[in-house]
């Protein structure tokens, strides 16, 4: 089967690769050249284990090109995912659509005949709907089918959530012809599909929100348990304790209880943001008022680490050298959108601390973002001289590192652990203070977490 997959960031690139790999015919579209011509040379402009190996089968069976001309596109098949980016607008809520309508209004202006166009960017409800407008303002003779088929995979497992996603939703037009869509859509998937994975089929609106509301569940969790540590620190609880006790209930479930920094990236905040901002529109914004809280509280975590930070210093940052071990929002990923990590290692910096930022993956992405933090080639070497060492992404390698690496080169034995991801006991033995973000464990009690 042939197919366009625009947009060629980590959605698109992960789904042209992928879709190839399940031994379809692919063209992969985006704007930029750059980008385009590192792809078709086998090379993935981000960090996403897995990729680059099933970029080079893709490329390799002669399935799989990338190119920036629409016409090559809209002549290549009959059926076009639609993948590009969704940002938050400038100093607003709402999500910026411009990419969405100018692939549109690209695309329908060159076709003819019949065609399927497939979104999967995360957009506002009602978008599909705002799609279908615009093509039929374009004045094409083409027969333009619009479905939506929102793409739930995480960064870092992006090719095992493409190729064995949780389910599959396709929200259908009723106006079209909605078993044709199904028979196109199953023919996509169909190796995907015989792996028994549900395929849940709604409407167009339905389909837009699956997404959104599973996004803002997930953030809801997570600030849920920072509220949690919120209290324990106040109480002298552990919250990572109650994190384990509360998530063996099946209801409850420990993924995504792990207290600490919160959560960044370039979905789950602006997801919730642009979801409240069109919630407004519809006038039902008193529904999600909840999502804001959840925002303030995830932000209130940048701000805790800082103090956390100012206090283990003595109380001033002046003069302080800072570690800041982790700068990508989470492990596994290179990506620095709206890290917590960067935007705490900056806070510092503004507050009068020299920090220095090491990441194993996110090094140049970070300096392109906060071109006048100090970066170093390694954690021990971000140690050098420090008054604290901050873990603020929890990267294996962070987890592995032992008191003796670290004590010849710093100058406290201070560690403030922001994803409490470290034992308390090791760090406090060696003779370390060792603060978590959330309360740190008065008595060290055994526990088992399972992460
Ligand atoms: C998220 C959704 O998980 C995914 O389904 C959707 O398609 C895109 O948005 P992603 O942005 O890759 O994926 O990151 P995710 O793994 O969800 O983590 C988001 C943030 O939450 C990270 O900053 C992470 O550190 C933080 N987090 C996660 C926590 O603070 N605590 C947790 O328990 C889990």
């Keep these: 089967m042939r197919m366009t997959v625009f947009g060629c960031g980590y959605l698109g690139a992960t789904h042209a690769a992928c879709m190839a790999e399940l031994g379809h015919d692919v063209l992969g579209v985006d704007v930029d050249a750059e980008k385009v011509a590192m792809l078709a040379r086998g090379e993935v402009p981000f960090y ?21 001309d629409f016409d090559e596109a809209a002549a290549f098949a009959d059926v076009h995912f639609l993948g590009v980016g969704t940002p938050q607008k400038r100093g607003e809520y709402a999500a910026d659509l411009k990419y969405v309508f100018s692939v549109v209004d690209e695309l329908a202006a060159r076709l003819t005949g019949s065609h399927l166009l497939i979104g999967k960017s995360t957009v506002p409800v ?23 088929n929102p793409e739930f995979l995480r960064e870092g497992f992006a090719v095992a959530d493409t190729l064995r996603p949780d389910r599959i939703v396709l929200g259908l ?42 996004n803002a569940f997930l953030a809801t969790k997570i ?23 509360i998530g063996y209930d099946q209801r409850i479930g420990r993924r995504f209880l792990n207290a600490g920094l919160g959560f960044g990236g370039g979905c789950l905040p602006k997801d919730i943001r ?21 925002d303030s509280i995830n932000m209130r975590r ?42 705490v290692a900056g806070q510092l910096q503004l507050k009068g601390a020299a920090v220095s930022v090491y990441d194993p993956k996110a090094m140049a992405n970070s300096r392109k973002l906060f071109p006048t933090l100090d970066y170093t080639d390694s954690a021990r ?49 060696a003779g370390w203070e060792y603060h978590g973000l959330g309360g740190t464990p008065r008595v060290v009690a055994p526990s088992s977490h399972t992460r």
């Design 48 to 68: 996403e284990p897995g990729l680059p190996e099933v970029l080079a089968r893709s490329l390799e069976s002669g399935r799989l090109h990338f190119t920036t």
């Design 126 to 148: 009602g978008t599909s709907v705002e799609i279908k407008k615009r093509i039929a303002a374009t004045g094409t003779s083409a027969d333009i089918s619009v479905a939506w």
């Design 173 to 214: 037009d009723p106006d079209g012809d909605p078993d044709a869509v199904v028979a196109k859509v199953e023919e996509v998937y169909a190796p995907i599909l015989a792996a028994e994975t549900p395929f849940l089929r709604t409407d167009l609106a339905t389909a837009e929100l699956v997404k959104v509301s599973a």
């Design 223 to 245: 600030s849920f348990i920072n509220a949690m540590s919120e209290v324990c620190e106040a109480a002298g609880a552990d919250v990572s304790t109650l994190a384990d006790a």
């Design 274 to 294: 642009a979801f409240m901002a069109r919630a407004g529109e519809l006038g039902a914004s008193q529904a999600l008022t909840f999502l804001r809280e959840v």
């Design 302 to 343: 940048r701000t805790a680490m800082v103090e956390l930070a100012t206090v283990a210093c003595g109380g001033s940052l002046l003069g302080s050298n800072i570690a800041v071990l982790g700068a990508a929002f989470k492990p596994e990923s290179d990506d620095v959108r709206d890290s917590p990590a960067l935007n």
């Design 381 to 429: 070497e971000a140690c050098h001289l420090a008054d604290a060492v901050l873990v603020l992404t929890e990267w294996a390698e962070f987890l592995e590192l032992k008191p003796a690496d670290l004590e010849p080169v710093v100058r406290k034995k201070v560690i403030i652990d922001g994803r409490r991801c470290l034992d308390p006991a090791v760090w406090m033995n």
